[in-house]
């Protein structure tokens, strides 16, 4: 989406290629034609070389722009298009063989002087070769994909024991993502931070670093916050490793867009060259907000061979300030990052520029942009990665950029799924990171409970908000039996209570039904004879609320034709306003959530102001999806359940098999990620139904049943 729009800015039309899943994606729409690959798996589709050759030929496309991912670093590509004369928006192929290859990479900076990570990065790939080499290099070491990226492909490994898995387990990864298995390894250094530097070269010889980024807070091996230019190096070290990067660029010929990457050592300030993305990063964004120029736009000239319009005293010069991006994903922190999946039901981001808007004003020397390929409506699926949009901030100093990252993060409203909102306003929180004080790369995971707050329940008025639409929902569906009445007769005309009666329910709501251990309330709700009058009590709270039909049916809206305000609730066309009573003396509260309410799958989400996405159900829906093991008295052991919708690429027990606590059970693959389920206890598998590796599956299948010892088989 945005090269379509910053192709239109420059007159050039555009055309998007997509799988079948994502036929009204944002940057099909942003698109002047748009054609389909084949079904979502990126193996059909956006890894069709061939394909999508033959489509940019069929349509007189004269560059094709490859993104961030899939076929981005893949000089057999880029030659395909080279051979159809269509220009491939990055660097040439023999510059991509060279930098592109993790291994290749290496052996060149280490033929230039530049300081690498030691390791092993041979051809021979044999798993019994590879551990030999891995026992040389000596624990931890850490296995990457030669041709990955974004942590894909990539596993830390601590000893020898996990070796073989890990590495079977990253090639079927890398393979799935990049076509491509082949792993180099490299000593793990534990205090080390990421730092890298953008250049950015033209066909002329010339070539420029844009100063540097730190990527140092990482979860699973893939960056959450970046920021330009990297707080707390000394001048020299910034000096030496912008010269450093160029060196590497030039020394291959490169053109257009690249990042070579960097491991600072925290300790002795020492730095070794990790590898090269030979294509524009995720994180771009904020070195366009501390230089002024737009990355995005000087590919596509240097693609038409154009020189480059800065020399490297002028981006010194004109860079000022600092940016800040953070990621927002679909995830569940609390769950070891586990992606989640499913629609946007309700989305509102701060009223500022995003990716459809380029110039991004200045207030008070702050700068605040958004980067999202979805819109609400959308959903996040199993095939691909669960960002969802990029906030980015620029300020005069570092201070001021962390705290507009947090003002703007608090009004990002996102509803219908999961998301690490809070986790990175935990991380801006955090003391270590406001001084940027020691940082390394394992900051999330020394410091995740104090990063993450626990369950705990939102405020009263969500609460009950969230009861009294479970309570309409029952209205509207003349549901008189679930959950229980107490034995006041309840009778309904049309969609409202009859006026001669009364109405008293009590509702359990659990606090993220997928969340393990998740906070849980008990409500009543009392309605007075009016129909209108509300009353919701809580053990240490009451929430009068005054309940009256609206004449709209946009979930979105706060307020109707009559002009009243309040919280609107539409359920299958039947839509209520929920509002303070008349006599707002009366209540404890004030319900200030306008137009974050929707109902689906027996679920309210609610978006609630300083607290975040609110998911609130009664215990029918399945809990603890979360955790993929629960007890399972009835079964007299352990259930290991799906703890996302995804495949399963490997299973490796069958009925009966006798396991011990850690062993792996299963593998799942979902967005271009493996995740292992392992046995919770020693015992005795028991498959309830045949698994098959390539199978699909759904949050909460059970998968199989661990049976203790002492159980019978």
């Known amino acids: ?43 059909t589709s956006y890894l069709k070389e061939d394909k999508i050759v033959s489509v940019a030929k069929s349509v007189g496309a004269q560059a094709i722009h490859p993104g961030y991912g899939f076929l981005s670093e893949n000089y057999s590509f880029a030659d395909k298009c080279s051979a159809a004369g269509i220009e491939f928006v990055g660097p040439p192929s023999q510059a991509m063989r060279a930098m592109g290859s993790k291994r290749e990479a290496k052996l060149i900076m280490q033929k230039a002087g530049v300081p690498t990570v030691p390791g092993y990065e041979g051809k021979g790939q044999d798993p019994q070769y590879l551990l030999d080499e891995a026992c040389k290099i000596g624990f931890p070491v850490l296995i990457k994909a030669t041709m990955g990226g974004g942590g894909r492909g990539m596993r830390v490994v601590d000893s020898k024991d996990a070796f073989l898995e890990a590495l079977a387990s990253a090639k079927r990864e890398s393979l799935a993502a990049f076509s491509d298995e082949t792993v180099i390894l490299e000593k793990y250094l534990r ?51 912008g010269r450093d990067a160029v060196a590497a660029a030039l020394a291959v010929g490169y053109v257009g867009a690249g990042t070579v ?58 860079s000022k300030g600092h940016a800040i991006e953070a990621r927002v994903y679909a995830e569940r922190p609390s769950a070891g990052f586990l992606p989640a999946t499913g629609a946007i039901r309700w989305m509102d981001l701060p009223a500022v520029p995003n990716v459809l808007q380029r110039d991004v004003p200045e207030t008070g020397g702050v ?67 406001a001084q940027f004080d020691g940082m390394t790369t394992g900051f999330i995971a020394e410091n995740f409970a104090q990063l993450l707050p626990p369950p705990s329940l939102p405020p009263p008025p969500a609460v009950a908000l969230a009861a009294v639409t479970v309570a309409l929902c029952d209205v509207v569906a003349g549901d008189t039996t679930r959950p229980p009445l107490s034995a006041t007769s309840l009778r309904f005309s049309g969609r409202f209570f009859r006026t001669n009666d009364a109405y008293r329910r009590v509702v359990r709501l659990l606090v993220d039904p997928q969340q393990k251990d998740g906070a849980a309330v008990t409500v009543t709700l009392s309605v007075g004879p009016s129909g209108e009058d509300w009353t919701v009590s809580a053990p240490g709270w009451t929430q009068r609320l005054r309940v009256v039909p609206a004449d709209v049916t946009a979930s979105s809206s706060a307020g109707d034709a009559a002009g009243r305000a309040g919280d609107l609730v539409v359920i299958q066309g039947e839509a209520w306003f929920l509002a303070d009573p008349a006599d707002s003396s009366s209540a404890t ?55 996302m919708s995804g495949k399963l690429v490997a299973v490796k027990v069958a009925d009966g098999d006798l396991v011990r606590a850690g062993d792996v059970l299963i593998v799942m693959e979902a967005m271009k990620m493996e995740t292992r389920l392992v046995a919770p206890l020693d015992g005795t598998v028991k498959l309830p139904k045949p698994l098959r590796a390539g199978q699909m599956t759904s949050t909460g299948d059970i998968l199989a049943i661990v049976q203790p010892k002492t159980a019978s088989p």
């Open 589 to 643: 509260h004030r319900v200030t959530f306008h137009g974050g309410v929707t109902v689906a799958d027996g679920s309210v989400f609610l978006a609630v102001p300083q607290w975040g996405p609110v998911h609130l159900s009664q215990p029918a829906v399945p809990p603890s999806f979360g955790d993929p093991v629960a007890v399972d008295s009835d079964a007299g052991g352990a259930v290991v359940s799906s703890p």
């Open 1 to 43: 989406s945005t090269q379509s729009t910053w192709a239109r800015d420059m007159g050039i039309l555009t055309v998007a290629v997509h799988c079948e899943a994502e036929e009204r994606a944002l940057h099909v729409k942003l698109a002047d034609e748009a054609y389909c690959l084949g079904p979502p798996p990126a193996s």
């Open 261 to 318: 990457e960097f491991l600072v050592d925290v300790d002795s300030g020492r730095y070794h060259f990790m590898e090269m993305n030979t294509r524009l990063q995720v994180e771009h964004p904020v070195t366009e907000m501390v230089t002024g120029l737009d990355l995005v736009r000087m590919q596509l000239e240097v693609a038409a061979g154009l020189p480059l319009p800065v020399n490297q005293e002028d981006i010194v010069a004109r």
């Open 367 to 433: 700068k605040v942009r958004i980067d999202t390929g979805v819109l609400q409506g959308d959903s996040i699926s199993v095939h691909y990665d669960s960002m969802i949009a990029k906030l980015i901030v620029g300020g005069p100093t570092r201070e001021a950029a962390v705290v507009a990252m947090a003002s703007a993060l608090s009004a990002i409203r996102i509803v219908g799924l999961p998301t690490n909102l809070l986790f990175i306003q935990g991380i801006l929180a955090h003391r270590k990171f």
């Open 191 to 241: 205090r080390s931070r990421h730092v890298e530097v953008q250049v950015m070269a033209d066909k002329h010889g010339n070539c420029v670093h844009l100063l540097e980024r730190d990527c140092t807070v990482q979860r699973r091996h893939q960056k959450v916050i970046e920021e330009a230019p990297a707080p707390g190096l000394p001048a020299e070290t910034r000096s030496q490793l």
